[in-house]
């Protein structure tokens, strides 16, 4: 097997390299649930960064948050896991930088929130503001090929 050399992918995401804390809002119609979390991002070598979180649940509760990050140079794209233990499956991404470099879009697909066994595409998407200051939000897309925002969570590193 042969090593793979850091690229400019994997610099970037190194950005996300430290402790956070946020707080996230996963009902925008409901505006004043506001629920508050911490995260730490550690390197895996040059090639891999991963998060773990903690945070209140709607609802009450306390859940922890695992991501995966990193770059596939032979498929040109960001690839990673998220889980939680909230639920039992695994989501795998996939994804890519826009122009600006500045926003990650992750790419999954996994249970609707219909509940009747069909599947969503989501996007999971990372825009970095600053170096101590970054979004993470979560959109689905509907039946009628638009995407909708349905999390919403304002980091900042401390």
Not at 2 to 10: I, N, S
Not at 123 to 132: C, M, V, W
Not at 137 to 149: F, H, I, P, R
């Amino acid at each position: 097997m042969q090593t793979v050399e850091p690229q400019d992918e994997h610099r970037w995401l190194q950005q996300l390299v430290g402790n956070w804390t946020y707080e996230s809002n996963c009902s925008p119609d409901k505006p004043d649930e506001i629920f508050k979390g911490s995260e730490t991002f550690r390197s895996i070598g040059d090639l891999w960064v991963v998060g773990e979180s903690t945070s209140e649940m709607p609802g009450g509760g306390a859940s922890t948050m695992q991501i995966t990050l990193g770059f596939d140079p032979q498929k040109g794209r960001f690839v990673g896991t998220w889980l939680g233990s909230m639920m039992a499956m695994i989501w795998a991404y996939e994804g890519f930088l826009d122009d600006s470099r500045k926003i990650l879009t992750l790419e999954s697909e996994g249970p609707s929130f219909s509940g009747d066994g069909t599947t969503a595409k989501y996007r999971d998407i990372i825009e970095l503001r600053s170096p101590t200051e970054r979004l993470f939000y979560s959109k689905v897309l509907g039946a009628d090929g638009n995407w909708t925002e349905f999390m919403k969570a304002h980091y900042q590193k401390t």
